[in-house]
């Protein structure tokens, strides 16, 4: 089994098939991506991936207020660096020559990877 993430969301494969999909949800982006980690950290072949969810949810809920703070800061860097960086390609993109068709759909390629890192 392995853990790996698909159109921004975990993973759980075995062999080439999704047998479990760890849905954001109503959760934000904050607190997903803490869930995520722990239950990267933390999986183990006999833990259920229900359970697993439910302890990731139960750690993000008992961390301190600073500590979700700090989590917070880097998940907010890192939308922050996405948004530089897509304005950068954008502006680079518009100056190069080439058929719009073409640039079109590597517009569309950054900003389908900057929606990523959208709150």
Not at 3 to 28: K, Y
Not at 80 to 94: E, H, S, V
Request: with cysteine; proline share 1%.
């Amino acid at each position: 089994m392995a853990l790996v993430f698909i159109d921004n969301e975990l993973c759980l494969l075995e062999g080439e098939e999704i047998v479990h999909v760890f849905e954001r949800g109503e959760n934000s982006r904050v607190s997903y991506k803490h869930m995520c980690s722990w239950v990267i950290s933390n999986f183990g072949s006999k833990l259920i991936p229900e359970e697993a969810w439910s302890k990731a949810r139960e750690a993000w809920e008992t961390l301190s207020e600073d500590h979700k703070i700090a989590v917070w800061s880097i998940v907010n860097q890192e939308h922050q660096n996405a948004k530089d960086i897509t304005q950068g390609l954008l502006a680079n993109l518009r100056e190069y020559q080439g058929y719009k068709s073409v640039k079109d759909a590597f517009q569309e390629a950054i900003m389908k990877v900057a929606n990523n890192f959208e709150n």
